[in-house]
């Protein structure tokens, strides 16, 4: 009987701090309550439902965030990820094209970043399209969701890089390096912006 009474004075100080405080929300709410009631979040938000159902008074579930502007969202870290691929792909290129085989030991480079541009960025930026916050394994922890996420990137451009080259191949352009490239480059770029804007569009809901 006395948890009973408890919380019967609980949802009276619940009812009062809404009439005088006017919460808009619900976190809100506990925010004025917990230094006083001392019950936990969960504990004070079933009650704060009840009450609701009862018509006490009606708050907002959640926190409604301003939509962020595309400009913004651009130049935030959540885009980071998106601006690496594209200097990767450019300097790839650039690399490619300028760097020739007799030139050590810049070779070097242009092989690090030739595997990166064929063998990562295809998988990561369509593992990124596909799966944008979680790979679909479930994971113990966050680093394991980052190694599971960085072998299926492997997987996949290992399976996209070969299809790209069939299509190539009966193409006029045929399996040269420029076109190989230049297809790679465009798929990279292509699947990495759609990525993006679907990350926005996630954001604004």
Avoid at 32 to 57: H, N, R, Y
Avoid at 109 to 116: K, Y
Avoid at 144 to 151: A, K, T
Avoid at 176 to 188: C, D, K, N, Q, Y
Wanted: hydrophobic share 55%.
């Amino acid at each position: 009987m006395s948890i009973l009474r408890t919380n019967n004075q609980v949802r009276d100080i619940i009812v009062e701090v809404v009439r005088i405080k006017k919460p808009v929300t619900i976190q809100q709410l506990i925010q004025l309550l917990q230094p006083t009631v001392g019950l936990s979040e969960d504990e004070l938000i079933k009650l704060i439902i009840d009450l609701e159902k009862q018509g006490f008074f009606s708050l907002t579930k959640k926190e409604i965030a301003p939509p962020i502007a595309l400009k913004n969202f651009l130049f935030s870290s959540n885009s980071l990820w998106y601006w690496i691929v594209l200097a990767l792909a450019l300097a790839t290129t650039l690399v490619v094209f300028i760097i020739t085989d007799s030139s050590h030991p810049f070779v070097y480079l242009r092989l690090i970043l030739g595997l990166i541009f064929v063998l990562f960025l295809p998988g990561f930026v369509f593992m990124k399209l596909l799966c944008p916050c979680q790979v679909p394994i479930k994971t113990s922890s966050i680093s394991l969701d980052h190694v599971e996420r960085f072998v299926l990137s492997v997987g996949v451009s290992i399976a996209l890089v070969p299809l790209a080259g069939l299509i190539l191949h009966y193409t006029p352009w045929g399996l040269e390096l420029s076109p190989i490239m230049a297809s790679l480059m465009l798929v990279t770029c292509f699947l990495a912006t759609i990525a993006l804007m679907q990350e926005y569009r996630r954001n604004m809901c």
